[in-house]
């Protein structure tokens, strides 16, 4: 692989952070890797392995020169400077949502549709949302075997997806409770703490919330089959890392749960734990969080539907839910050169 320079957008964030160690874990060939955020952590330093690394603004940058840059600094933040670093040559992997429609920007998780990211006229490849990565990492397998016709999925997603503020509120606020102090929301309309939130990301006129659609959205993108029916719920729950998300799935050709593990066992990114027995499945704390897999348990037939399955997804968010795959996705851009 060619040795790069490499900028990462949004350092000083959850998935910023979390981009840097990927990127110092996995030995990315970097030649050079830039740290930038906004002014106000200008000349802060963050963590990039052994080593630590200065902190530039990002609207004083020039991104001449960058040949990947990893956004995650927020929609607004890529709308403006993607196109930028593009247009100065660089290849951008974008975290956010803001080009995650848009038929020139390929939608790409590592495992399931890596020859997408091949024709990306803007130069900006986009990386999925947290949810829908998880669930594509596990359900691709099944799709290609048995055809996915529907899905219902509800969520359990941890406050980290939110950002750094969100982790501080969740503390903050359990902390708090337990010395009989009130809970203040301030980033979530409502208590995080001891609570569970049936809410993410902006409400539409159809009743569901932006967070609802994009598992939406994006599943059929990334399966490449408009007919997928998605159902989704998504519940914000008081979980610092890991999201988890329980899902049920009819297939054209029946399939079963012991073909299901099966395929699953075999499929890259996952690891199936998967025993009829307290504590033989999947939790955020006990196997997720600060892990790469996705994690599959509790996979079971549907006693009431024909060729319909249920299955218990979880991972780190964070990690293949964004930083991991984004740094993926950048491995696989870097072995073109
Ligand atoms: P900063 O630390 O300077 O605010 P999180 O999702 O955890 O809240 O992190 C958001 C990331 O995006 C942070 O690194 C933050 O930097 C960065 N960011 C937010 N707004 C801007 C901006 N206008 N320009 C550059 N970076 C930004």
């Known amino acids: 692989m060619k040795k790069l320079k490499v900028a990462v957008v949004g350092a000083t964030g959850a998935v910023g952070e979390v981009m840097l160690a990927v990127l110092a874990e996995r030995r990315f060939p970097a030649t050079e890797v830039v740290a930038l955020a906004s002014e106000r952590s200008a000349g802060n330093e963050v963590a990039f392995g052994d080593d630590e690394l200065l902190v530039q603004d990002l609207a004083g940058f020039d991104p001449a020169g960058v040949d990947i840059a990893l956004f995650s600094a927020g ?3 890529s709308k403006e400077y993607a196109p930028r670093f593009a247009a100065a040559g660089a290849v951008v992997i974008d975290n956010s949502s803001a080009f995650r429609q848009d038929p020139d920007v390929p939608l790409v998780v590592a495992e399931v549709n890596p020859q997408a ?3 990306r006229p803007r130069g900006i490849i986009a990386n999925p949302n947290c949810s829908t990565m998880q669930m594509m990492v596990a359900l691709a397998p099944l799709h290609r075997a048995a055809g996915i ?31 009989f102090h009130s ?21 539409l006129d159809n009743g569901y919330t932006t967070e609802e659609m994009k598992l939406v959205w994006e599943t059929r993108r990334i399966l490449g089959d408009e007919s997928i029916a998605v159902n ?37 990114g996952v690891e199936v734990v998967d025993e009829p027995v307290p504590g033989g499945y999947p939790t955020p704390v006990t196997h997720a969080s600060g892990r790469d897999p996705v994690y599959v348990g509790r996979i079971r037939e549907d006693l009431s539907q024909a060729r319909a399955l249920n299955l218990w997804i979880v991972a780190d968010n964070i990690r293949k839910g964004a930083a991991l795959n984004a740094v993926q996705l950048a491995e696989l851009v870097a072995a073109e050169a």
């Not at 301030?186 to 409400?203: K, L, R, W």
């Open 232 to 268: 989704a719920t998504v519940v914000r729950v008081p979980v610092f890392y890991g999201h988890s998300e329980a899902v049920w799935i009819q297939t054209r050709e029946p399939l079963g749960a012991a073909r299901a593990r099966e395929l699953l066992r075999a499929a890259p």
């Open 75 to 77: 929609g607004s933040v």
């Open 183 to 203: 809970a203040e929301p301030e980033v979530y309309p409502v208590q995080i703490a001891f609570n569970v939130i049936p809410h993410g990301g902006d409400f």
């Open 149 to 179: 016709e529907r899905i219902n999925v509800s969520t359990y997603q941890s406050v980290s997806g939110t950002g750094r503020r969100a982790l501080e509120e969740l503390g903050r606020q359990t902390a708090g409770l337990l010395n």
């Open 117 to 119: 990211l091949r024709q």
